[in-house]
Every structure is written in structure tokens, then in C-alpha cells.
């Protein structure tokens, strides 16, 4: 007799900060040391795909990540299975018809359409896949509040790939994390007009993990607590009211300010933590010149923990973006892509100084285009076969 093999599965988007969330106050329940804000990517661009499935057949705990079997021992993955299943035994217990999923194994089968681990945030939406998957496996009644706090566990940005649209983590206070989770600020429909471009510079997996970086600077960066205590606490009001009011002159001007000041206390740390680099600062300098050219902000760049640019605009800047990057990066199949609203790119801005573009050219390998989307979506594909292991 074949023994059924329970299954759900999900979607779950990138999300990219413009507050940066950098320092853990407490590194086993992963609660931060100041609130963040991000913005969720649309999953035609970007998005891991995960299924989870239980059954009284299974013998273990196993996991696939990228056609790869990985181990399941990492505190934080069991932090995560841990809560999913005591909340899933809460419901057992008051609806004694269900199958006792809460005692069987589970298996994970997860897969990403862009590079793991290359600071392109796929901790956050995998870990946002997985907690989403498991919870509608269990069929859980917990809101995506709720279960951010689960996913903030597994990773912290990952509690905010549990919304669409424009999203903040509240660092919480209390010590047992139960007030440290992500909210929405507004949803994809209410500033629709968001785009990302994000630049590959290197699509290998970063030299410092986050993790490890930001603990370096939380014991040893002079300018990370004035960081902490005063200027993102203020920058969380002025950025959450730029967002509802879609006011992308302060937007922007507070994205490109947060990266920067993230890099400082990241390069003030002790021994220094690097993730810019030339074609980085490249990148940099192009953007601040768009923007004096235009007298606005045109586009905002942000960095996370890698060189990889993500530039944020809006769709009606977007003829003006697209020139000056086919001028810089002309060569990239990314253009394939954008072949449908070719007529709307302009020429490269006038001004420009071209002489960095041939180093560009040799750094950049991809360009990826997006903008706002969705949170996690409900999928009928499924990675699992009706015997439990990953699809061939
Ligand atoms: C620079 O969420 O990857 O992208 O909680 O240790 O897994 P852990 O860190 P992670 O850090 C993300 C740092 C960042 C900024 C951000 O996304 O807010």
C-alpha cells in the first residue's frame, strides 16, 4: 500500500532593502538592532519556488536547495520547522479529524530562478518560501505577520518576503522577539510604478556572509551605535511617509544615503568588511551625476551585502535609465528582454563621462530588470513526485 504524501507549494519573492537591517541584538532568535525597510521584487523577474511535503512514510528531515541535497542541522532551519510544527500541533489538537502531520518528516525541494548567494538576497526569499510552504502544508491559520517572525528566525531579511509592495521589519523590543516582524507599508497597487535594475557585478558567493559581517561591526564599529540609535530611527519615519506619500525625490535621496552609511560602518568596522567594489563605486558615480544632470533624483542605488547594484526609478524615468545603461552595458542579452519597450529608451543622458564604461562593460555580466511585486503566491507545480523525493 502506498502511504500518501501530504504537499503544498509556494512562490516567494527578493526583497531588497533601502533601510538596511545590519546588527543582531540577539543572534539565536536573529532580532536586530534597528528596523528595516525594504521593497518587494516581482516574481516574473526573481523568485524561489519551494515545495514542502509530509508523510508517515518518510524517515527524515531532508531538504533539496538547487538540486542539491543540503543538511538540515542549522540551528536556524530547525528554529523554523520547530515553531511551524508546535503551531501546527495546536491546530491537531483542536481538530482531532486532521492527519497528524505534526509527527511526520518533512521534505523541502527548493529552487531559485538567479544565483544563491550572490547578494542577491536569496536567503530572504528562500527562507520566506520555506516558512510559507510548510504553513500552508499545515494548512496554519497564522497571518504573513505572524509568520514573519518564523522567517526572521531563518534569516532577517526573509520576514519581509512574506509581503508584497513596500515593507518594514519593526525591530521589536521585547526579548523573546515577539514583537520583532515585518509589516506592510503599502502594497505593490498602491505605488505600482516602482522598477528595479539590478546590475550583476559578481555572481559569486559573497567573501563575508552577512551573518559574520554584521556581528564583526555590531563588537567593533564606533559609528554603527549612532547608526542604531539615531539616524535609522529617524530615517524609518522619513522613508515609511516617502513611501505612502510615493515622494521619490526623498525616497531615493534616503535609499542612496543608507547604503552609503551602511558601507561606512561595514568599512569602520575592525578588521574592515568590503562588499563595494571599483565597478560598484562606478556605479556610484554615474548615478550622483544622472541625478545633478537631471537637478533630481532620477535613480537611487543601493548595495547589499556584495558589489551587485540595484538601482531603483520610476517607470516614467525609465526611457532615461535604459539609455544611459544600453550606453554603458550595450552588449548584454538583458536587452533581449527589454526588446518590447526598446522605442522607450532614450539616448545616454548628455554629460556623462563614457570613459568608465569600457571597465563597466568587463564587470557587469548581467543586468536584471524588475519592480514591485507581489508576496508569496500559492502554486500548483510542485518539485516533490507522489514518492516524496525531488522531481528529475
Ligand atoms: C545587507 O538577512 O542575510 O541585505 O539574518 O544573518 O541571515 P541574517 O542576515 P541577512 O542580512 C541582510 C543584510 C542586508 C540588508 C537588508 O536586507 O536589510
Given at each position: 500500500m502506498t502511504v500518501k504524501v501530504y504537499s503544498a507549494s509556494t512562490t516567494a519573492p527578493v526583497n531588497i532593502a533601502t533601510l538596511k537591517y545590519w546588527g543582531k541584538r540577539d543572534t539565536k532568535l536573529n532580532l536586530p538592532t534597528n528596523s528595516s525597510i525594504s521593497v518587494t521584487l516581482s516574481q516574473d523577474d526573481l523568485r524561489t519556488l519551494t515545495t514542502a511535503a509530509a508523510s508517515e512514510s518518510f524517515?527524515?528531515?531532508?531538504?533539496?536547495?538547487?538540486?542539491?541535497?543540503?543538511?538540515?542541522?542549522?540551528?536556524?532551519?530547525?528554529?523554523?520547522?520547530?515553531?511551524?510544527?508546535?503551531?501546527?500541533?495546536?491546530?491537531?489538537?483542536?481538530?482531532?479529524?486532521?492527519?497528524?502531520?505534526?509527527?511526520?518528516?518533512?521534505h523541502i525541494v527548493s529552487e531559485n530562478n538567479f544565483p544563491t548567494a550572490a547578494g542577491l538576497a536569496s536567503s530572504a526569499a528562500g527562507f520566506a518560501a520555506l516558512v510559507r510552504a510548510i504553513a500552508d502544508l499545515y494548512e496554519l491559520p497564522q497571518s504573513p505577520g505572524e509568520l514573519s517572525r518564523i522567517a526572521r528566525q531563518g534569516s532577517g531579511s526573509a520576514c519581509r518576503s512574506l509581503f508584497g509592495g513596500y515593507v518594514a521589519w519593526e525591530m521589536g523590543k521585547e526579548v523573546d522577539g515577539s514583537d520583532s516582524r515585518a509589516v506592510q507599508i503599502a502594497t505593490e497597487k498602491d505605488w505600482p510604478d516602482m522598477r528595479a535594475a539590478i546590475l550583476v557585478i559578481s555572481a559569486a558567493k559573497k567573501e563575508t556572509s552577512s551573518t559574520t559581517g554584521m556581528q564583526t561591526t555590531v563588537k567593533t564599529s564606533t559609528l554603527f551605535q549612532f547608526r542604531a540609535d539615531v539616524v535609522v530611527p529617524e530615517r524609518f519615519?522619513?522613508?515609511?511617509?516617502?513611501?505612502?506619500?510615493?515622494?521619490?525625490?526623498?525616497?531615493?535621496?534616503?535609499?542612496?544615503?543608507?547604503?552609503?552609511q551602511f558601507h561606512a560602518v561595514c568599512l569602520d568596522s575592525s578588521p574592515p568588511v568590503f562588499y563595494l567594489n571599483d565597478a560598484s563605486r562606478l556605479v556610484i558615480g554615474i548615478i550622483e551625476k544622472l541625478n545633478s544632470i537631471y537637478g533630481r533624483v532620477v535613480a537611487a542605488y543601493t548595495f547589499d551585502a556584495g558589489p551587485n547594484a540595484v538601482l531603483y526609478y520610476l517607470q516614467q524615468d525609465e526611457p532615461i535609465v535604459l539609455g544611459l545603461l544600453k550606453a554603458a552595458l550595450p552588449e548584454?542579452?538583458?536587452?533581449?528582454?527589454?526588446?518590447?519597450?526598446?522605442?522607450?529608451?532614450?539616448?545616454?543622458p548628455e554629460g556623462i563621462d563614457h570613459t568608465s564604461f569600457d571597465y563597466l562593460r568587463n564587470s557587469v555580466s548581467r543586468?536584471?530588470?524588475?519592480?514591485?511585486?507581489?508576496?508569496?503566491?500559492?502554486?500548483?507545480?510542485s518539485l516533490i513526485g507522489t514518492d516524496g523525493l525531488p522531481k528529475v
Open positions: 524517515t527524515s528531515d531532508r531538504l533539496w536547495l538547487n538540486g542539491q541535497e543540503e543538511s538540515v542541522s542549522s540551528p536556524r532551519l530547525l528554529a523554523c520547522f520547530k515553531e511551524l510544527r508546535a503551531l501546527r500541533r495546536s491546530v491537531e489538537e483542536s481538530k482531532s479529524e486532521l492527519p497528524p502531520l505534526s509527527t511526520y518528516h518533512i519615519i522619513e522613508m515609511s511617509t516617502a513611501i505612502v506619500n510615493k515622494d521619490f525625490e526623498t525616497f531615493g535621496q534616503l535609499t542612496m544615503r543608507d547604503s552609503n548584454l542579452e538583458s536587452w533581449t528582454s527589454k526588446a518590447s519597450t526598446a522605442s522607450a529608451i532614450a539616448s545616454c543586468i536584471i530588470f524588475s519592480s514591485v511585486g507581489t508576496g508569496p503566491i500559492p502554486t500548483e507545480e
